[in-house]
């Protein structure tokens, strides 16, 4: 096993009375993809919020790249974040922007070169996740729904990220398109040496792409491969992979 760039120990959420995890423990390893997964209110995106340091958990630890997070040390946050990219589930583009300045964004804020070169770079991403240059200049409100994907995606890539986090990546997409993207996501970690964390409800992206997955139930999460988390006992995991979703995608994987 490769080494850990996330450790989340003992970690907890809680809204007033409301206890959303109570000691989640979670390691994400280098150069892996691993798929949070998890029923509704189950606490997925509380859980993405709080690694990316958006959320100050209850009590517990999240550490990221041996930076511990969880307090919102601003200094400690921000060295982290420079780290990462984030691709949220509706994309998240600034409307007023074009694609192209979109991508420019993240770097001309974290780095002082050249604009020119900045958006050579960010010509350079929107080609590498397979945009075509007639889009560049287009607006968010101009661009298909597999496009807004794409652009946002490479947006996160825009800084040289060693870990990127994925929101429902192929929500809104076809089947064809979600698996383009899929493979597309495969082709960035292998070829990025990327880490990827990433909250899906699709069961053919959660069981193509994943070397791991993470479900979270009774509070906690229950992590291991893809073979041993759809053979696992637990009632919801067993209800979740063998409903009749879950056995076509296995079928096929």
């Not at 193509?208 to 479900?215: E, S």
């Amino acid at each position: 096993m490769s080494e850990p760039l996330i450790q989340v120990r003992n970690l907890v959420n809680r809204f007033d009375s409301h206890t959303v995890h109570d000691g989640v423990e979670l390691t994400v390893f280098e150069h892996e993809i691993l798929g949070i997964v998890g029923g509704s209110g189950s606490g997925k995106s509380v859980l993405l919020r709080t690694m990316l340091g958006l959320h100050t958990p209850t009590s517990g630890e999240v550490l990221v790249f041996g930076e511990d997070i969880a307090c919102r040390d601003s200094g400690k946050l921000s060295h982290c974040q420079h780290r990462w990219g984030v691709l949220f589930q509706g994309g998240a583009l600034f409307s007023g922007l074009t694609v192209l300045e979109n991508v420019m964004a993240p770097i001309l804020e974290h780095t002082d070169i050249s604009n020119s070169f900045v958006e050579e770079l960010a010509r350079l991403k929107l080609t590498m996740v397979g945009l075509a240059e007639e889009g560049f200049d287009k607006f968010p409100s101009e661009l298909s729904g597999g496009m807004v994907k794409r652009a946002a995606l490479a947006r996160a890539l825009a800084i040289e990220p060693r870990v990127v986090f994925l929101d429902e990546p192929t929500s809104g997409l076809d089947p064809i398109s979600a698996a383009d993207f899929d493979q597309l996501i495969l082709y960035l970690r292998d070829h990025l040496r990327l880490t990827v964390v990433m909250i899906s409800h699709d069961m053919d992206s959660l069981l193509t792409i994943c070397d791991r997955l993470a479900v979270i139930v009774d509070k906690r999460i229950i992590a291991d491969t893809t073979e041993v988390i759809t053979r696992h006992p637990h009632p919801w995991i067993r209800a979740y992979f063998g409903g009749v979703r879950g056995r076509a995608a296995l079928g096929a994987a």
